[in-house]
T-cell receptor, first 110, second 112 residues
């Protein structure tokens, strides 16, 4: 079983729609969680960290569900510029080997 | 601010040739990483260096060697390139184990 799994999508949504997707992780001891964004043929960049209480950054909301071992990302009022691949990243305590999911592709259409 | 700089950005090799990918960061980060990214596979860790003077294997180390030359530089060497090593390689750095990973722009390697 992979350490981090994501629905690859693609999620094709119209502008203004809400899109949400999850990332599951296998190790219950995982401590740190992140969402990265990767545009086509570019390097990944941090979108947001995921805190236990959930957190919001503008139109983006991240949630952590430790009981079911998944994190989620919700994008409200989608913009064309949100089209990208979203990578889930999980880290164990005192472990430098961050684990990446394969990514979820989101395409926002006009 | 340069951040993480990788060279070369593109390279074509023949099977059996060797080459070194260079990576340097100017953020005074302790930890550095080499990942490869293949379609549908996400980012897979090749090697990492938690701090200057240490290196450790990641998920897919076979066929690669690394050198943490100093705190700034972390190089990846392919001793005898194989077509299976055709990929996009990303170098990254992080201050601790839980902060933001900063990536270089990637090195696109093709092995014929």
């Amino acid at each position: 079983r992979k350490e981090v799994e994501q629905d690859p999508g693609p999620f094709n949504v119209p502008e203004g729609a809400t899109v949400a997707f999850n990332c599951t992780y296998s190790n219950s001891a995982s401590q740190s969680f992140f969402w990265y964004r990767q545009d086509c043929r570019k390097e990944p960049k941090l979108l947001m960290s995921v805190y236990s209480s959930g957190n919001e950054d503008g139109r983006f909301t991240a949630q952590l569900n430790r009981a079911s071992q998944y994190i989620s990302l919700l994008i409200r009022d989608s913009k064309l510029s949100d089209s990208a691949t979203y990578l889930c990243v999980v880290n164990l305590p005192n472990d430098y080997k961050l684990s990446f999911g394969a990514g979820t592709t989101v395409t926002v259409r006009a | 601010n340069a951040g993480v700089t990788q060279t070369p950005k593109f390279q074509v090799l023949k099977t059996g040739q060797s080459m070194t990918l260079q990576c340097a960061q100017d953020m005074n980060h302790n930890s550095m990483y080499w990942y490869r990214q293949d379609p549908g596979m996400g980012l897979r860790l090749i090697y990492y260096s938690a701090s200057e003077g240490t290196t450790d294997k990641g998920e897919v180390p076979n066929g690669y060697n690394v050198s943490r030359l100093n705190k700034r530089e972390f190089s990846l060497r392919l001793e005898s390139a194989a077509p299976s090593q055709t990929s996009v390689y990303f170098c990254a750095s992080i201050q601790g184990a839980y902060g933001e990973l900063f990536f270089g722009e990637g090195s696109r390697l093709t092995v014929l």
